[in-house]
Structure formats: C-alpha cells, structure tokens
C-alpha cells in the first residue's frame, strides 16, 4: 500500500469513530469543548504512533502466546508517561480529561491497531497507521467537541461569540447532548458515504 | 509471517520479564523527571485559587488544617501577609447540601471579618444553572460583607441572599458553605 | 446511610453507562437481544468486583506502601487482564453451564473500560474494601440495566422505518440519548 494512503485512511474511508466505532467512551466522555476533545485526541494519538512503532520493532521476538499481554504493557506504559507529562505540564487540561486518560489503555484503538497492523507489518507503515489513525481520531473527537461547545456554550475553543447571559442549548454539554450530537454527526457521514459511492 | 517465534514457557516468561522490566524502569526515569513540575503545578493551582478571593499580598503561610465541629468536611485556612502583618484568610470550604455531590469553595476573609471574595473550586452543579455560582451576577452581592450582619441565606428563606433563578437548591448550598468558613473562621480568631 | 448513597448514586443518578461513558463499547455492541445484554452484564459484575477487590488490595499493600503510585494504570490493566484469564479457566472446570453462558463474554471485558474505571475510581474516592465492594456492585447493577433497557428498546428499533442515513448505528446512539436524558431525572435525588 501506497504510504499516502495508508495515511489518509484514518480520516474518512477507516475513520476510528465514524466509521470503525471505535473508542467511543473518550469520544463520548470529554468532548464537552473543542479543546478538551483536541487535547485527548492528541494524547491517545502519541500513545498509538509509540505503541505501533515499538510493535512492529520487537514484534519477532515476542512468542505467539505473549503477544496480547506484551502489547498491553507496553500500551500502559505510554499511557503512564502521557499521564505524568500531562499532570506537570498541562495541569488544567489534565484535569479536565481527568479518568479518561488512565483509560486510553483499553480504548480498544490502540490494542486493536497494535494487534491488527503493526504486529504484521513494518516500521514505517506502522508509523503512518498510527498517526494517521491517531489524527481523524483527534478531529472526529475536535468535531464533535467543537459542536457540543458551539451549540452548548455558545463558544468555540474557549472563545465565546454570544454575550454572556445569552441562552444557549445547554443539553448539549450535558451527557445526553454527547449521545444525540453524535448521532447526527454520524448520520451525516454515513450519508455523505453513501452520495459518493 | 516469516518467522513467527515458538510459545514455550521459558521464552514466554523471560519475555514478559524483561518488557515489564524495561517498561518500568522507564516509567521510574519519567516519574523522577516530571515528580517536579507536577508538585509545583499544584502548588500553582492553590496559590491562584488564594490569590482570586484575596486583596494582594506577598507571603503566605503553611496550610492549617482545621477540623469541622459540625458532620462536615475539614476546612484549610490560609493565612496571607504583607509587610509582616496578616492581612487575610483564605478559607477552603465545602457542603454536601448542592444538587449533586460536593460543592467546594474558596473564601477570602479579610481581617476585620468581611467576605473579600468567593471562588468555587469544584462541583457537579446543573451546567447553566448551578454553575452560575462562579459567575460575577451571583458572586458579586457577598463582597465586603460581614457575615454578622449579612444573613447568608437566600431570601425566600427569609435571608439576604439572591438565589440564582432555577437553582435555589444550589445558592442554599452556596451560602451554607461560606456560612460554615465564616463560624470556624471567627472560631479561630 | 452512606452504603445507601453509593447505591443509589452509582446506579441511577451517575449511571455508568448513560452519564459516565464508560463501557460504550459492550453497551452498543452486545445489546442486539436482551438475553445476550444479560450474560454480558453478568460477566461485567464478576469481573468488576474481583477486580476491585484485588486492585484495591495491590494499591493499599504494594502501591502505596512503595510509593510506586505511578504503576498504577499498568498494574491495574495486568490485575483485570490475569483475572479475566483466570476466571475463563476456573469456570471451565468448574461450572460449564455457567462457562456456556458468560464465556462468549469474557473476553472482551479486558478492554472495557468500565472494569478499569471502577477500580480507578475506588481508589479516587478513597473508599475502603467494602465500601469499594459496594460501589463495584452498584456500577456493575447501573450497567446491567442500562444495558438491558437499551437492548429492550433497540429491538423495537428494527420496526421503524428511518432516513437512510439514520438507520443502524446513528439510530441507536440516539435513542441512547433519550435514555440518558431520562436518567437525569434522577439527578438531585442523592
């Protein structure tokens, strides 16, 4: 497969949200703002290209039996470093994120991307894969954050465009607004999927 | 795949060894580089908090921890100085009366007893409703008012005290929690 | 008293499911029928309180003991991923009616993330054992009717006649959303 390819992937014809459904409890849990869903978009997608790369560097030595237990320790440990960087360097947004980052290690992305591609196939691929994956992770979760906030807060990327006691769709930054949003959104796409066929 | 490696037991358990091992030796090696900034960016986060609900002031006391004589939570008090002399109290408070979950707060007492300001810390308050308690409308009535005097208790109770509209529930918890800051803190007076 | 707020509290007013987000991914997964909701529910509960019980254990005499706090997300994975193991192996031997009906199951509980989220959670809370045993038991109670209500709904889903683009998923995530939204009535009775 063409890198190029390999790459755009993850945007929209494999799209891990959208399309694949997967990693759904980040997608769901913290995408009240643009910024909150950007910056868990991002931490998850560091995990995955570091995951993916070290996989597909030591997949020929770890035995057949392992290979499950091997991956998910090695995906818990970048979960710990992002953790512990995020805590230090970006204490407000750490914890807004709060549980959610702990639990990028069973976000079932990144041990699915680590089984499924870079346990078979090369070093670079598997970088492409992760980041490409990685990254239409980080804008479906900044979309639908971006929606939510929008429509709930009246506010994109914390700057808000309605006065201050303005009224807005508060629903939309409550739990039930995260379900309904992104069932729209994902109605959409199937939709435009279905026009380009 | 070319060359899939066999699963016998020793290879198997010398692999998982060493991949836990290195994994945590790496980890102790970020732990040790970010033990730091974490520790100072909660002490950021807590001298900020002080600096809202309290006048300017340019040395602050340790934390003193001050146990609540009624059922609830303890309180912190921080005591702020200039030029040597205390010219504040910030006050860490909390109630359980919100509409969901804990409600902690932030009081600034200066030394003649009055509210400086309030800051909420944390909650689970209704979004648009409850949260409005960190908002200028709501917060702005408290400011330079001494508790004694000032009944910090919602008007349709009988106080002084504007609720926010369609969150009485949440104001009442507002006030008994400054309420709750201020007795301890004439308390320790 | 307080047992009763747990309750309540994690089952209704902070469903796990429906205002926490944790365990989408069984929660639209495995909900086609209501008989397989009620399996996945039973394995989530075993689960869960096992892994409570244990990871609470290793952060009070190990963790915590070492200051070694930071290995807590790797040990707790390895904790929930060994359990699941285990259980599949000792309810094979044990109990294979029990096995037929949970082992399906079972596997796919290692990566939901409600196993691993209680657990954190306990500890967050600083509960102590049985408080965390109850607590454990609540979430896994809010799960399983989450659950089972969804499944309930969505077999009627299969009825209406929908937009092209809503049909399938998107709809199911919808009417997930009207169940959130019912249970945030519940909201403000803890």
Known sequence: MNQLENFNKGFFKENPVFVLLLGMCPMLGVTSSAINGLGMGLATTFVLIMSNIVVSLIKNFIPDKVRIPSFIVIIASFVTIVDLVMAGYLPALHEQLGLFIPLIVVNCLVLGRAEAFASKKDFLSSFVDGAGMGLGFSMALTILGGMREILGSGAIFDYKFVSEDASTFLLFVMPPGAFIALAYLIAFINRLNKTEK | MANKKESSLVNMVLTLFIITLIASASLGFIYEITKLPIKEAKIAKKTKAIEKVLPEFDNLEEMKVVKATDKGRDFEFYNAKKGGKIIGTAVKTSTESGYSGLIWIMVGFTADGKIYKTSVLEHKETPGLGTKLDETAFKKQFLGKNPDNFKLIVKKDGGDVDAITAATISSRAFCEAVQRAFDAYKKQK | ?190
């Open chain 3, 1 to 190: 008293m307080d047992y009763i707020l747990i309750i309540i509290g994690a089952i209704f007013v902070n469903n796990i499911v429906l205002s926490q987000f944790l365990g989408i991914c069984p929660f639209l997964g495995v909900s086609n029928k209501v008989s397989t909701s009620v399996g996945m529910t039973g394995a989530v509960t075993f689960v869960m309180v096992l892994a409570t019980i244990v990871t609470y254990l290793i952060q009070t005499f190990v963790l915590n003991v070492f200051e070694l706090q930071y290995l807590q997300t790797i040990t707790f994975i390895l904790v929930i991923a060994s359990l699941v193991q285990l259980v599949e192996i000792v309810l094979k031997k044990v109990s294979p009616p029990l096995y037929q009906a949970l082992g399906i199951f079972l596997p796919l509980i290692t990566t939901n993330c409600a196993v691993l989220g209680v657990a954190i959670l306990t500890i967050k809370n600083d509960f102590n054992l049985i408080e965390g045993v109850v607590f454990a038991i609540s979430h896994a109670v809010g799960f399983g009717l989450a659950l089972i209500t969804f499944a309930g709904l969505r077999e009627h889903l299969d009825l209406i006649d929908l937009p092209e683009g809503m049909k399938g998923t998107p709809a199911s995530i919808l009417v997930a959303g009207l169940l959130s939204l019912a249970f945030m009535g519940f909201a403000g009775i803890v």
